[in-house]
């Protein structure tokens, strides 16, 4: 096993020769060119902002997604989608949907945050370039009726596969909601897998499997 140092060329190791846990790499910088090379091969960066002076990159050998027409939807949530109380939209406030995910219950004063300015900035640039796109969740709001933003999440677009990022929740199940919306409206587009990263109780409820790496790459080339 061993962990890599990138330097200023474009390149990532063969990823099955990284650590356990996924990292592989460190170094290299957040460029719209350097990202789109990584989550092309599977990796992406997380890596603490404040006590890290440069990128990160892990490469699972198991990875954690969903198939968007297994998601689960559990009672609750179906009522929840019956109510029409949030309404749910796609790329209307991308840099809102990423400064939510840094900030939202206090993420951006813990030692191990990663969604610093830097990553928001490039993020915001493949949103610009249509390699990035959000999923939002607003509220109307009862004294001016005006819409809040009140959850969602964001991730990199390449192909068939949607990389999810990060999501946030202001509400409950706000979060959850705009996963269902992405996954059935990805479905319809013809999206063959969301990456969630790494395992949460809160993905794998929603239908969150591991399938292996080669596996992952063969779905992600369209093999």
């Not at 309404?87 to 993420?107: H, L, M, P, W, Y």
């Not at 300015?117 to 607003?138: C, H, P, R, T």
């Not at 990060?166 to 059935?184: G, R």
Request: proline letters at 4%; one cysteine or more; aromatic letters at 14%.
């Amino acid at each position: 096993m061993a962990v890599y140092q990138l330097d200023n060329d474009l390149w990532f190791p063969d990823p099955h020769y990284g650590e356990k846990d996924g990292l592989v790499a460190i170094g290299g910088d957040l460029s719209v060119d350097r990202l789109l090379l990584a989550y092309s091969n599977g990796f992406f960066p997380w890596f603490s902002y404040k006590n890290k002076k440069e990128p990160w990159w892990y490469c699972p050998m198991n990875r954690f997604v969903i198939f968007p027409n297994k998601i689960h939807i559990s009672h609750t949530m179906k009522q929840l989608i019956r109510r029409n109380k949030y309404e749910v939209t796609i790329n209307q406030n991308f840099n809102g949907v990423i400064n939510g995910c840094s900030k939202a219950d206090g993420r951006n004063k813990e030692l191990g945050a990663w969604l610093g300015n830097d990553m928001i900035k490039a993020y915001n640039q493949l949103y610009e370039l249509g390699f990035a796109a959000s999923v939002e969740v607003w509220e109307n709001s009862s004294d001016d009726n005006k819409k809040r933003l009140v959850g969602g999440l964001y991730g990199v677009t390449i192909g068939r596969a949607f990389f999810g990022e990060s999501m946030f929740s202001l509400v409950p199940n706000a979060s959850k909601l705009a996963l269902i919306y992405l996954a059935q409206v990805f479905e319809k587009g013809g999206g063959a897998f969301i990456d969630c990263q790494f395992e949460t109780p809160h993905l794998l409820s929603m239908g969150g499997c591991y399938i292996h790496y080669d596996e992952y790459m063969k779905m992600l080339r369209d093999e």
